[in-house]
């Protein structure tokens, strides 16, 4: 009964592990921040236009860090800019 149990759980595992995978990414783009530090004018911009503009997209920001940053404040917005000309700024 043990056994089933963990060999579930690892299916269940695999599976949802290969589900995440997506082969469908429009844009990934990575930014080196300067080995001195990341100073509070320094803006990081990632521009990019969809072509596709009828279809739904999630977008997703990923932060690495580690314990070598002191503080703890990190503002992120995200701009979006419509076909009709609007400007949406989260």
Not at 2 to 22: N, P
Not at 66 to 88: A, E, I, M, W
């Amino acid at each position: 009964m043990h056994k089933r149990i963990v060999r579930f759980w690892a299916l269940l595992t695999i599976l949802g592990s290969l589900a995440a995978c997506s082969e469908n990414i429009v844009f990934e783009e990575n930014q080196p921040i300067n080995p001195r530090g990341w100073m509070v004018d320094d803006i990081l911009v990632f521009e990019h236009e969809l072509k596709d503009t009828t279809a739904l997209h999630d977008i997703f920001l990923n932060v690495r860090n580690n314990t070598h940053y002191p503080y703890s404040n990190l503002y992120v917005f995200f701009q979006t800019r419509f076909p009709d000309g609007r400007v949406f700024r989260d």
